[in-house]
């Protein structure tokens, strides 16, 4: 990829840029960037929406570039305030490190393992001592992290904000001059963290990285940004089926911005039709990320379930302890909250033997409930 190649496919990519025209000079100029983006391991699961800036990595490293991986395994303890409404729950040492260790495969999907540098933020910010942290939190003020909008509005609406959330985008940043990164990429969630990046390389008398932001990813709901802690993602290393039906519960609206942002395809490559749009989608997605096989397999499978109205042959078969259905979809994970429970049931999404119920409804010994298209689980009231 030429240095003019990658520069138009940046610019076509990403939401903003700063410093715009310096990033431009310097890839013209032919000089060899170290370019960083960094993941917190909260999750087991790499999700579809972190294609996004993984293809982008990747077209760095294709134009001779250092791809550098952070893998967050200091940070995840932390949890990254951005985008959050409350605090996150804090992870354990040992469910960070579980977390991690799946990452590395999965980001293999996408990047060249040969020409990838993978460092694990736990590295530098494991020992820093508290002279090293003094001086870090000094780099900035109070006010400055403050102002950015997640914080601002959990002030504003009253919730709390943990003090040790404060310290996450010192450490983001702190990740920028522990490797000396010349570009920073990330969603567009992460501008504020990115652009701090840049405040504190100056403090610690280094050039500031060049920062670039892409656009975030719905996810199943088709509303919220696709994201592990909400539970709306498809993960890339799940099964072939699971992937392919996910993405055919996506609401229609939403399959030419993942047909565009995961497959490169326009929106005039698509059939006309909605399904056979989604269809197409589902397909090329786990074609990618599984091979064609597998998406023969997940497509057939689909199919059969949904298309062809089977019940499929083999269903998960689980106990619970209540005969209320929305109590027992909870108790399932079908669903997230009683509340969440009754809205599917509601909106049409929930059948017991093949009828649709309402939330309202009791489950007897050996019922198939069937929550939206894709999930069957048969029953056992203990």
Same mark, same amino acid.
């Given at each position: 990829?030429?240095?003019?190649?990658?520069?138009?496919?940046?610019?076509?990519?990403?939401?903003?840029?700063?410093?715009?025209?310096?990033?431009?000079?310097?890839?013209?100029?032919?000089?060899?960037?170290?370019?960083?983006?960094?993941?917190?391991?909260?999750?087991?699961?790499?999700?579809?929406?972190?294609?996004?800036?993984?293809?982008?990595?990747?077209?760095?490293?294709?134009?001779?570039?250092?791809?550098?991986?952070?893998?967050?395994?200091?940070?995840?303890?932390?949890?990254?305030?951005?985008?959050?409404?409350?605090?996150?729950?804090?992870?354990?040492?040992?469910?960070?490190?579980?977390?991690?260790?799946?990452?590395?495969? +999965?980001?293999?999907?996408? =990047?060249? @393992?040969?020409? #990838?540098? &993978?460092?694990?933020?736990? !590295?530098? %910010?494991? $020992?820093?001592?508290?002279?090293?942290?003094?001086?870090?939190?000094?780099?900035?003020?109070?006010?400055?992290?403050?102002?950015?909008?997640?914080?601002?509005?959990?002030?504003?609406?009253?919730?709390?904000?943990?003090?040790?959330?404060?310290?996450?985008?010192?450490?983001?940043?702190?990740?920028?001059?522990?490797?000396?990164?010349?570009?920073?990429?990330?969603?567009?969630?992460?501008?504020?963290?990115?652009?701090?990046?840049?405040?504190? +390389?100056?403090?610690?008398? =280094?050039? @500031?990285?060049? #920062?670039? &932001?892409?656009?975030?990813? !719905?996810? %199943?709901? $088709?509303?919220?940004?696709?994201?592990?802690?909400?539970?709306?993602?498809?993960?890339?290393?799940?099964?072939?089926?699971?992937?392919?039906?996910?993405?055919?519960?996506?609401?229609?609206?939403?399959?030419?911005?993942?047909?565009?942002?995961?497959?490169?395809?326009?929106?005039?490559?698509?059939?006309?039709?909605?399904?056979?749009?989604?269809?197409?989608?589902?397909?090329?997605?786990?074609?990618?990320?599984?091979?064609?096989?597998?998406?023969?397999?997940?497509?057939?499978?689909?199919?059969?379930?949904?298309?062809?109205?089977?019940?499929?042959?083999?269903?998960?078969?689980?106990?619970?302890?209540?005969?209320?259905?929305?109590?027992?979809?909870?108790?399932?994970?079908?669903?997230?909250?009683?509340?969440?429970?009754?809205?599917?049931?509601?909106?049409?999404?929930?059948?017991?033997?093949?009828?649709?119920?309402?939330?309202?409804?009791?489950?007897?010994?050996?019922?198939?409930?069937?929550?939206?298209?894709?999930?069957?689980?048969?029953?056992?009231?203990?």
């Amino acid at each position: 990829m030429t240095p003019d190649e990658l520069w138009d496919r940046l610019r076509a990519r990403a939401i903003e840029i700063h410093d715009e025209g310096n990033l431009q000079r310097r890839l013209r100029a032919g000089e060899r960037l170290r370019v960083k983006l960094g993941l917190d391991p909260t999750a087991p699961d790499i999700h579809v929406g972190h294609l996004v800036v993984l293809d982008m990595l990747r077209a760095f490293q294709d134009a001779g570039h250092t791809a550098v991986l952070i893998v967050g395994d200091f940070t995840a303890l932390i949890g990254d305030p951005s985008g959050r409404s409350e605090t996150r729950p804090v992870l354990s040492r040992e469910q960070v490190d579980a977390n991690a260790k799946t990452y590395f495969a +999965q980001a293999y999907k996408v =990047l060249d @393992p040969e020409l #990838v540098e &993978v460092r694990g933020n736990s !590295e530098w %910010l494991g $020992g820093m001592t508290m002279v090293d942290v003094i001086r870090l939190l000094g780099t900035a003020t109070l006010q400055q992290v403050l102002q950015r909008e997640d914080f601002a509005s959990r002030l504003r609406g009253g919730h709390a904000i943990g003090a040790q959330e404060i310290l996450y985008p010192f450490n983001q940043a702190y990740d920028s001059v522990a490797i000396k990164a010349d570009v920073e990429i990330g969603g567009t969630d992460q501008l504020f963290n990115l652009l701090f990046g840049r405040e504190v +390389q100056r403090a610690y008398g =280094l050039p @500031p990285q060049d #920062v670039a &932001v892409f656009p975030l990813l !719905e996810g %199943l709901d $088709g509303t919220q940004k696709m994201s592990k802690s909400l539970n709306n993602y498809i993960g890339i290393a799940e099964p072939p089926e699971e992937i392919y039906g996910k993405v055919m519960s996506l609401p229609d609206a939403m399959t030419p911005k993942y047909a565009r942002l995961l497959l490169d395809l326009g929106e005039t490559a698509l059939p006309a039709h909605p399904r056979d749009a989604k269809a197409e989608v589902a397909r090329r997605l786990v074609e990618r990320l599984h091979g064609p096989a597998a998406a023969a397999r997940a497509e057939a499978d689909f199919d059969s379930k949904f298309r062809k109205r089977e019940t499929p042959s083999e269903i998960e078969e689980r106990t619970v302890s209540s005969a209320e259905l929305v109590a027992a979809m909870v108790e399932l994970g079908l669903a997230a909250s009683r509340g969440a429970a009754r809205r599917l049931a509601e909106q049409g999404g929930v059948r017991v033997a093949g009828e649709k119920v309402g939330a309202d409804a009791r489950l007897q010994n050996g019922d198939v409930l069937q929550v939206g298209r894709r999930r069957f689980v048969r029953i056992h009231l203990g």
